[in-house]
Every structure is written in structure tokens, then in C-alpha cells.
């Protein structure tokens, strides 16, 4: 029996509504472009700009005003819970730091006479820089860092730093997107089902770790580039690795105290903090005894990797699927895995797209490196 009848179309326009932001606040953007446009045009995009906001502000206000009504207080908390956890998880330490909002905020003493109205006050403020700083970084036109080929190792280990912050951002708001697009698919509908109604827990959490996903993966693949992967190559291949070895095998091979501003080959030893490393990569400024920079080199001294991970893991997501899709019985495990699976066929060939091109790029590249150290040799 298909109870279509017990849908919350309310809740289901919020979550539609919540879940598109992005796409609704590209719409908008788009159409309230500045510069040197025709009369018809400007109207367009004006009457395009009034209908996308009049309909999102109508839609939403009239389904809040219907969840209000229906609802309990502890619902409609649940239900905007992902947004007051946005702050503590997605605060930007170095922008803050010369903002001084959040250490404003750290150095209030419970004895200060501060009324709920300047805390509110504060909390949207901090939000609000909170989401224009993020939205700068990520999507900003300064969005993608840029790489120096310079000879200066502390510039590189200082840019190298830099991609490490960048990176994590990067994977923070994956994290947190995803996170939130699962959480309002499969977490919401559930919690505001009726006492009297059945919902299968297990579908539930398979549809919840599916989506996350899913989303992951998608999200990762427009973050990170096959232009940004390129540039992390770029700066692990410039930064070098260090491995540690045993004083006792090369007692009688000559090693250098380890300097910071010298750029090290490859096969030299050096000691370091009372161990001997033996150096990796062809040029090498990293220190030997960080493992942030042991963990960057390995992550990105293959300009592939990032790429061969996302594909085994969208791969299996997409078997995993099919064989849910041949064995489902229920019509809304059906039609949630067949829209699931159109959007990971699309990621899934543009993955394998860039990989196959991109192998033939960096083989191609590779080839003269290795002629030459042939020829050397």
C-alpha cells in the first residue's frame, strides 16, 4: 500500500528548501549581476531575483507556520539543530583571531550583566561573520590557493602550512554538508513521524549512511579539483619526506646535523632530535620529526591517490546500491536508491573521466624524468 497521504509536505518543503540553499542562493546571485546590461535583460533578472525569493519566503513561512502550529517545541529544535552546532564546528581560528569575536565572547565572566537580547546579539553576529567568512574561502573568487615555485625552505614549509589549513576546510565542510544533507533526509522525516505510524529503523540508517556518502563523494569531487589535487602534488613533491632509520645500520655513513634552511637530496642522512632520518624525496625541507609533513607527502606526493581513493569508494557505493535496488520490495527504498544512483553514476563518470585523463597526463610527464635519469644513470 502506498500511504502517500502521510507525507508532511510542510516538513518536506523546509527540508527541500534547507537542503537547496545553495542552489536558490546561486539563482539569486546570478541574477543580481551588476554591469552594462540591455533594458529586457535587467527586467528578467529582476523579475527572475523578486519570483525565486517570493516563492522561497512564501513557501517557508507558511510551512514554519504549519510545523509551529502542529509541532512541539522539541521537534522544531530538532529540526534547527544542525544550524546552532554550525558555529562551534565550522569557526574560522585564524580569521576570528584578528576579529576577536570569539575571544570577546571566551572572556565573558558569569558576573557581567550582559541581557539575553546583547548574547543573541552577539550569537547572530558571530554567525553571521562565521558565514561570510566561510562562503569567501570556499567559493569566494579567491577560493583556490595559488602555488610558488620558490627555493626558500621556509617558504615552502610556510605554503605548505598553509594548503595543510586549506585542506582541512576543505574537508570540514564536506564533513558538515553531508552530515546535514543525511540528517534532513533520513533523520527529520523519522522524528517527526506519528506515534501511532511504523517507520523501519533499518532503512533509516542504511538511507542515512548512503546519503552521507554519496554526498561526501560529490562534494569532494567539486572541492577538490583535478587543478588543486595538482597544486598539493606540486608543494608535497617541493616539501620531501624523511624516513627514520636504525643509527646502528649506518654508523659508518657520513650524517649531517639537520638546518632548516637547507634544501636536502635525496639518500642523505641527518640527524635530528637525537635520530637519524634518511631523505626521500628528490628535494626535501620538511622536518623530520613533524608528522604533519610525513602525513602530506604521503597523502599527495601521488598526484593520483586522491582520485583512485574517491573512485573505489564511489565504486562500491554504486555496487552496494544495485544489489539494494535488485532486492528492495518497498516502493520508497525504490525510488530513494534510483534517484541516489542517478547522482552517483554522474559522479562516477566524471571521476573516471579525470582519472583516465590525468594518468595520461602525469605518464606522459613522468616519461621524460625518466629518460633523462636513465640517461644519467
Given at each position: ?119 543573541s546579539r552577539d550569537y547572530l553576529l558571530t554567525l553571521r561573520e562565521t558565514w561570510k567568512q566561510h562562503t569567501r574561502q ?19 614549509r610556510s605554503e605548505v602550512e598553509f594548503l595543510k589549513m586549506d585542506f582541512n576546510w576543505r574537508m570540514k565542510e564536506v ?203
Amino acid at each position: 500500500m502506498k500511504n502517500f497521504h502521510l507525507i508532511d509536505f510542510n516538513l518536506l518543503m523546509v527540508t527541500a528548501i534547507v537542503l537547496g540553499r545553495r542552489f536558490i542562493g546561486s539563482i539569486v546571485k546570478e541574477a543580481s549581476q551588476r554591469g552594462k546590461v540591455s533594458l529586457f535583460r535587467s527586467i528578467l533578472l529582476f523579475l527572475t531575483r523578486f519570483t525565486v525569493l517570493t516563492a522561497t519566503g512564501w513557501s517557508l513561512c507558511r510551512s514554519l507556520i504549519h510545523l509551529f502550529r502542529t509541532y512541539s517545541f522539541l521537534n522544531l529544535l530538532f529540526l534547527c539543530y544542525p544550524f546552532g552546532m554550525y558555529i562551534p564546528f565550522l569557526q574560522l581560528n585564524c580569521d576570528f583571531r584578528k576579529t576577536n569575536l570569539f575571544s570577546h565572547m571566551a572572556s565573558m565572566g558569569p558576573r557581567e550583566a550582559v541581557s539575553g537580547l546583547a548574547r543573541s546579539r552577539d550569537y547572530l553576529l558571530t554567525l553571521r561573520e562565521t558565514w561570510k567568512q566561510h562562503t569567501r574561502q570556499l567559493y569566494g573568487p579567491d577560493a583556490m590557493p595559488t602555488h610558488a615555485c620558490c627555493l626558500s625552505p621556509s617558504l615552502i614549509r610556510s605554503e605548505v602550512e598553509f594548503l595543510k589549513m586549506d585542506f582541512n576546510w576543505r574537508m570540514k565542510e564536506v564533513l558538515v554538508s553531508s552530515m546535514l544533507s543525511a540528517y534532513y533526509v533520513a533523520f527529520v522525516p523519522v522524528w517527526f513521524v506519528k506515534n501511532t505510524h511504523y517507520y523501519d529503523k533499518r532503512w533509516s540508517c542504511e538511507l542515512f549512511l548512503l546519503v552521507s556518502i554519496s554526498t561526501s563523494v560529490i562534494l569532494m569531487q567539486h572541492l577538490l579539483p583535478a587543478s588543486y589535487c595538482d597544486l598539493l602534488h606540486k608543494a608535497a613533491a617541493h616539501l620531501g619526506c624523511w624516513q627514520k632509520v636504525d643509527p646502528a645500520l649506518c654508523s659508518n655513513v657520513l650524517q649531517h646535523p639537520w638546518t632548516e634552511e637547507c634544501m636536502w637530496p635525496q639518500g642523505v642522512l641527518v640527524k635530528h632530535s637525537k635520530n637519524v632520518y634518511k631523505a626521500v624525496g628528490h628535494y626535501n625541507v620538511a622536518i623530520p620529526s613533524d608528522v604533519s609533513h610525513f602525513r602530506f607527502h604521503f597523502f599527495f606526493s601521488k598526484p593520483l591517490r586522491i582520485l583512485n581513493i574517491l573512485l573505489l569508494l564511489e565504486g562500491a557505493v554504486i555496487v552496494y546500491q544495485l544489489y539494494s535496488l535488485m532486492s528492495s520490495e518497498k516502493w520508497y527504498q525504490t525510488i530513494s536508491l534510483a534517484l541516489i544512483l542517478f547522482s552517483n553514476y554522474y559522479a562516477f563518470f566524471k571521476l573516471l573521466r579525470d582519472r583516465l585523463v590525468l594518468g595520461k597526463a602525469y605518464s606522459y610527464s613522468a616519461s621524460p624524468q625518466r629518460d633523462l635519469d636513465h640517461r644519467f644513470s
